[in-house]
């Protein structure tokens, strides 16, 4: 018993942590994906770890809209992990192995944002 309830005071305590010290600290002021990209081009590889970390701070800054459509943190996180594999096929299938400027940055993060993350009003 006592295993049982250490083991959800820690999952909790890294659910915390993660929501309000990591992922608010990296993005404080993003508001888009080009606020964290700063020097062009940029490795397809490495904007693809932005973008999961993008969408994982649209999901928690976005908690009252997705509230609004009955949609939690967590399901969104989930629907995220669900569909990531899947749009990066899709979205990223021709895309070069450098990204040259900001527009090509934007536009590819719209396209693997609305894939990945399909909820209406959720903005950076």
């Not at 295993?3 to 999952?11: D, E, F, V």
């Not at 915390?16 to 990296?26: L, P, Q, T, W």
């Not at 606020?35 to 976005?62: Q, R, T, W």
């Amino acid at each position: 018993m006592k295993l049982l309830l250490g083991s959800i005071l820690i999952i909790v305590a890294g659910f915390s942590i993660n929501k309000y010290v990591f992922s608010s600290r990296a993005y404080d002021g993003v508001t888009a994906v080009t606020d964290v990209i700063s020097v062009y081009p940029v490795n397809i590889f490495d904007f693809k770890k932005v973008m999961e970390g993008y969408a994982h701070h649209l999901c928690y800054k976005n908690e009252a809209t997705l509230n609004t459509q009955n949609v939690t943190v967590r399901e969104c996180l989930s629907q995220y992990e669900n569909k990531k594999l899947e749009c990066e096929k899709k979205v990223f299938r021709l895309a070069p192995l450098n990204l040259e400027t900001e527009v090509e940055v934007l536009d590819y993060s719209r396209q693997y944002t609305k894939c990945t993350l399909p909820y209406k009003y959720i903005l950076g």
